[in-house]
Structure formats: structure tokens, C-alpha cells
């Protein structure tokens, strides 16, 4: 250790501390496992009931929907303890003492802790149930069309203006309102362990989804949703990566660590070595784990949704076609966007790609800035520097402030990332699009929801999914008319996607079999159908042609708002 390292680390303030900068905790904890789960509980007590955790405690029954019918009331909330409670008994000691020590400090029940705690994995497990009953098969198109929900892009070498390695990351996950309402940069001391620093949020007191060590690794997770071998009996996810940031200097203490452990559900970790500038993408499910190497030579790297590895693939199932093309679209633009800036790669580029809305036409199917985005960051692990994203959902659009994990501090002199242009009608648009949802899923707020999507049509009129979901809640409140009409709007518009296209006819004639235009509707599942259309949408317009839709009362399909589209129609 040179001297200066010696000098800078004995400046660092002893913990427990917090501050707050540009709405973001601050926050240092140390100690063993309990005492930082307490220091972290007791700082953040008074934001911890309006954060992420006591959202997901809640989140079954919302997700479920309609799902069991007149029985989700009843069912979801002994499907959560079942499922929820496997999960827990397979939590480590130390994750299960931090959620303790949290709970403790913030005054709040256990309970309420492990039930939001144990959620990411119970929700995948679930998800892999459903898609076993629909049995859709494999996405295969999609991953040939891709060729080899969080976005990973990373660039190093002679991509970057300094050489040194930058990993940038959004975290695009549930929780839209709660997540970014008080968000947590945590600086993180254990006994006899690694310094580490997480990006988080209130009352998620583990490094093990988005972080960085003072060994110069970086890490960061990717959820595997729709494959079908999730499966209870491992380790929850975040336990794992929490001892990488723990006991790993290098990417083979990192390989070595995750090899030990099998998952619940299907993930992949994106860890970096800021010092040897290469990436290790560990792709992983219950049955089979994969490391595959990015060597420092290559000096770009980005990574969305969808495995790399052939037979881990062969398990993605195609129940969603709206989420694999995004994926994909996805994938290829931050791969455009790294190759168009190789060479000049900085913070502010690489939080740009985080930030990049895609193709204008179409707001929500190129995205890489999503209604989901909770969370966004860019490291640079070689000198322990991190570019933290403020504000609401998509964070990559607005600024990113800096801190450094040498110093344990703000570091305004290394430069802010400034925000987007906020005030442009396309962002005002998605922004009363974001609040819409809220009202839609969080508040069950229906007007509401409906007010702000007619805002989102006047300050967006040239967005066709705009007015194919303002359509969908016109349907749930039975305003027959009013959804035929958007519904034709947005085939005026047209979309480049055929199997959209498809989407915008079922749904066009169902609403006008409702209406009693028989004749007109048959005429539009034909077109549907005369379309390339994803297969829910098939056997939904084949069904029509037999006999009208007719939806019973009280169950009008659930819109999934982050592609604007019904999951199973």
C-alpha cells in the first residue's frame, strides 16, 4: 500500500454516519452482520415504511391479479406464506442477522422484513409454475434473431478516454414509486471482511445486486423471468453476490463463490475487474451454471436479459413475445450506442446509454430507459469511483452525482452527470405514462389512471402503445366506444413490430364484438390472424372467430404497463 492510499484511508470517518446528498442517504455501516443491519434500520427508520420492502411484502396479490379468479383474495396470502416460507428457511445465518438487526433498528416487525425480503425468488418460482400450465414453449425465434430488464454496459481499454474500465448499470425491477422514493448509497465496513459499496434503497440493507469492493470488482444481477426452472430448495438470490463483495479480490475467488452456491431462481451476475480490466458473466439456474470470460482485449461489454449460453436458453419460454423483443432491441442498441462511442467513453457516455429512450416512433419497445428503471449507476472499479442516478423512475434520465469508496464520501469534484432535458413533451408524456401505472397498480386508482393517460396521448398523440393501453382502461370501465377508438388510433399510427400490429386488431374487434359490431370484428380477427402474431394472440383470435368475446364482469384483462401489452389475452 503507497503511502498516499495509507493517508487517504485515515481520513475516512468511522461509522455509523449518514447525510444525505441531492436526495440520496448516505450512509456507512460496520460491524458484524446484525450491527450493520441495525445501524442501517435505526438511520433509515422513519424512510423504511415507504420503501421497496414493505411494497414487496404486499406485491403477491397485486401481481397475481385475476389470476385464481373470485380465490386470489383468499389464496394469495397463503401462497405467499408457503412460498415465502421455503425461501426463508434456506436464508444464510448473516442474511438472516441483517434482516434481524434492521428490523430491530427500525422498530418494524420481522415479519414484514422476510416477507419482502424472500420476494424476488418466491416470484420467480411462481412465474416458473404458470409458465409449466401454459406450456408455451421455447423463444427460440428470439434468441436466433439476437444472435449469440436490467441493462449492463461496460466499456475499458481503448473504448474509454482514460483506459480505465467503466460498468454502467440499470436495476429495472418493481417497486416504481417505492424503490427510487428514498434511495441508499451504502457504504459497507464488515468485520473481517472487504469494504464495499452498495446502490441501493431504504431497507435493503445487502450489497449482493449492485455494488462494488475495494478489491476493484464490480457486480451486478440480471433476472432470468420467463424460463420455467426456478426451483426452492437453494440459496435466495443476493446472498451470494453479498460474499463476493465480501471475500473476492479477483474474478476467480468470484467464479469460486458463486459455484458453491445453487440459486433458487435463474440469474446472471456481471462482475468486472477494474484492475485486470476484464468480465466474468456468470449465467446460472438450480441445474446448470455457466462462466463465460470477456478478456481485456475485447474493451466492450453489455449483457440485458436473455442467456448466452445455448442450453440455458433452450429453457426460455416464449409466453411473452413483447418482453423478448425488447430484450433483444435492447441488447443490440447498447451494443450500437458502446460501438458508436468507442474510444470516448466516459461517465456521461455510458450513463447516456443508460439513459437512451431507442427508436422515437415507439417509446416503450426499444427503450433502454424503462418504466421500471428504479436504479442507476456507473462504476469505475479501479479507482473505487462510483456516478449514482437521482430521482424518480427511469433514473438513467436524470443526474448522476459521484462518490468515491476509497474516501468513503461525496466527491463532487470528479463531476456530476447532468440530467436530460425533463421538460421536452416526449419525457412529460412518459412521466404522466409512469404515473399512470402507479395510479393503475399501486393505488388501484382507475380514473385516475385514465386522466393521466389521456395526458400522455395529448403530449404524445404520435405513440401508438400510448393509446392501445388508454384503450385497455377504457375497457375496464366498460367505456366501449372510447376503447374501439383508441384501438383504431393506434392502427392509424401502425408500429414496426407485425405482431403488435396483430395485438392492436384483437383487441379493436373485441371491443367492437362488444359493442355489438359483430360483422366488423370478425373482420379484425381475421387480420389479426392474416398478421405474424405471438402465439397467445393466435389462439385468442382464433377463439373470437368461433364465437364474440364476451368478458366476464369484474375480470377485464390485466395491461402490463411496461410494454403496454396483455400477457395472456
Avoid at 367505456?479 to 384501438?487: G, K, T
Wanted: proline residues 6%.
Amino acid at each position: 500500500m503507497t503511502l498516499a492510499m495509507s493517508e487517504m484511508r485515515e481520513t475516512r470517518r468511522r461509522g455509523p454516519w449518514r447525510e444525505q446528498v441531492r436526495g440520496l442517504n448516505l450512509l456507512k455501516v460496520e460491524g458484524d452482520d446484525y450491527e450493520m443491519g441495525f445501524q442501517h434500520g435505526q438511520m433509515l427508520a422513519a424512510e423504511i415504511p415507504e420503501g421497496p420492502l414493505p411494497y414487496y411484502a404486499s406485491y403477491t396479490r397485486k401481481i397475481l391479479g385475476d389470476t385464481l379468479g373470485p380465490l386470489t383474495p383468499a389464496l394469495a396470502p397463503l401462497l405467499k406464506a408457503a412460498i415465502g416460507g421455503q425461501v426463508e428457511r434456506k436464508l444464510p445465518a448473516s442474511v438472516r442477522h441483517t434482516l434481524e438487526g434492521l428490523a430491530a433498528g427500525a422498530g418494524i416487525p420481522l415479519r414484514s422484513v422476510l416477507d419482502g425480503a424472500t420476494l424476488p425468488d418466491a416470484l420467480l418460482w411462481l412465474a416458473s409454475r404458470l409458465m409449466q400450465v401454459k406450456n408455451e414453449g421455447p423463444a427460440m425465434h428470439h434468441r436466433l434473431a439476437l444472435g449469440l430488464g436490467c441493462t449492463s454496459a461496460l466499456a475499458w481499454g481503448g473504448a474509454t478516454k482514460d483506459g480505465m474500465l467503466l460498468h454502467g448499470r440499470n436495476l429495472d425491477y418493481h417497486g416504481v414509486e417505492s424503490w427510487p422514493r428514498h434511495p441508499a448509497v451504502i457504504f459497507h465496513a464488515p468485520k473481517g471482511a472487504l469494504r464495499y459499496v452498495s446502490v441501493a434503497s431504504a431497507g435493503v440493507p445487502l450489497g449482493g445486486i449492485t455494488s462494488m469492493n475495494e478489491a476493484g470488482l464490480t457486480l451486478t444481477v440480471h433476472q432470468h423471468m420467463f424460463t420455467d426452472r426456478a426451483r426452492l430448495g437453494g440459496v435466495p438470490i443476493g446472498a451470494a453476490g453479498e460474499l463476493v463483495m465480501r471475500h473476492a479480490r479477483d474474478l476467480g475467488d468470484a467464479e469460486r463463490i458463486l459455484g458453491e452456491h445453487t440459486p433458487i431462481g435463474c440469474w446472471t451476475y456481471v462482475i468486472a475487474d477494474g484492475n485486470k480490466r476484464e468480465v466474468l458473466i456468470w449465467e446460472e439456474s438450480p441445474d446448470r451454471k455457466v462462466a463465460r470470460r470477456v478478456q481485456s482485449a475485447e474493451e466492450l461489454c453489455n449483457y440485458a436479459n436473455i442467456y448466452l449460453d445455448a442450453e440455458l436458453g433452450a429453457t426460455e419460454n416464449n409466453l411473452y413475445g413483447a418482453y423478448w423483443r425488447h430484450n433483444r432491441a435492447r441488447f443490440e442498441r447498447a451494443r450500437a450506442l458502446l460501438e458508436e462511442g468507442r474510444g470516448g467513453h466516459d461517465a456521461k457516455s455510458i450513463a447516456g446509454i443508460l439513459g437512451d429512450e431507442g427508436d422515437s416512433s415507439c417509446r416503450l419497445s426499444r427503450s433502454i430507459a424503462m418504466l421500471m428503471t428504479v436504479a442507476s449507476v456507473v462504476f469505475r472499479p479501479e479507482d473505487g469511483v462510483l456516478w449514482v442516478a437521482t430521482g424518480t423512475a427511469p433514473t438513467s434520465q436524470n443526474a448522476f452525482v459521484p462518490f468515491s469508496l476509497r474516501d468513503e464520501r461525496h466527491a463532487p469534484e470528479l463531476g456530476e452527470v447532468p440530467a436530460q432535458d425533463d421538460s421536452r413533451p416526449q419525457a412529460l408524456a412518459f412521466r404522466a405514462y409512469r404515473d399512470a401505472y402507479v395510479a393503475n397498480m399501486d393505488e388501484d386508482d382507475l380514473p385516475k389512471a385514465r386522466r393521466l393517460m389521456a395526458e400522455a396521448t395529448r403530449l404524445a398523440p404520435e405513440q401508438p402503445l400510448y393509446h392501445f393501453l388508454a384503450g385497455h382502461l377504457a375497457l375496464a370501465e366498460s367505456d366501449l366506444r372510447f376503447a374501439a377508438d383508441c384501438f383504431e388510433r393506434a392502427l392509424k399510427l401502425g408500429h414496426d413490430d407485425e405482431e403488435r400490429l396483430a395485438s392492436f386488431h384483437l383487441w379493436r374487434g373485441r371491443a367492437l364484438d362488444q359493442l355489438g359490431e359483430r360483422q366488423r370484428a370478425r373482420h379484425h380477427y381475421l387480420h389479426a390472424l392474416g398478421h405474424r402474431a405471438d402465439p397467445p394472440v393466435v389462439r385468442a383470435a382464433r377463439r373470437n372467430l368461433r364465437r364474440p368475446y364476451a368478458p366476464r364482469r369484474g375480470r377485464a384483462k390485466k395491461v402490463e404497463f411496461s410494454f403496454a401489452e396483455v400477457m395472456a389475452p
